[in-house]
């Protein structure tokens, strides 16, 4: 079926002015292309260590992710280097919502990466990643891309 121009028109104009378009063009979605998708395994595996790492100069995520934030990690259990599965579940949910699949505006990204090397100024934890280049920093931008972390665009 083909519309003439003038309802094309309309149609946009209808989806722009009733912000239909609005929520995917805040996150920053790339268009015309189906999203990345977060893979829970490759989360477990890859990311969630990086919630642990100890980094010079700064507190470990974990430090204040368990309770004064909006991105709110299950507590590690006492003698426990890692969690269960049930808590790793949780904790991607959790990290999912700081997370745009396939765009590197991602909070998650943003936030813990210093202003000049492209990240936004919120952090209160401070800024652990002082370049894109840091391996951490890419394993959660391959991550959030769709890609298999620490080889993608390698």
Known sequence: MRRSPRC??????????????????????????????LDFEVFKTRVQPIFLARREGHARCIACHTTASNMRLQPLPAGSATWS???????FDAVRRMVVPGSVKSRLLMHPLATEAGGDFFHNGGKHFASQDDREWTVLKDWVMGANPGTAGR
């Open 8 to 37: 094309v028109l309309f149609l946009t104009v209808l989806v722009l002015a009733t912000g239909v378009a609005a929520p995917m063009a805040r996150q920053g979605a790339p268009s015309g292309a189906a999203p990345a998708s």
């Open 85 to 91: 599965d049930d808590a790793s579940r949780k904790n």
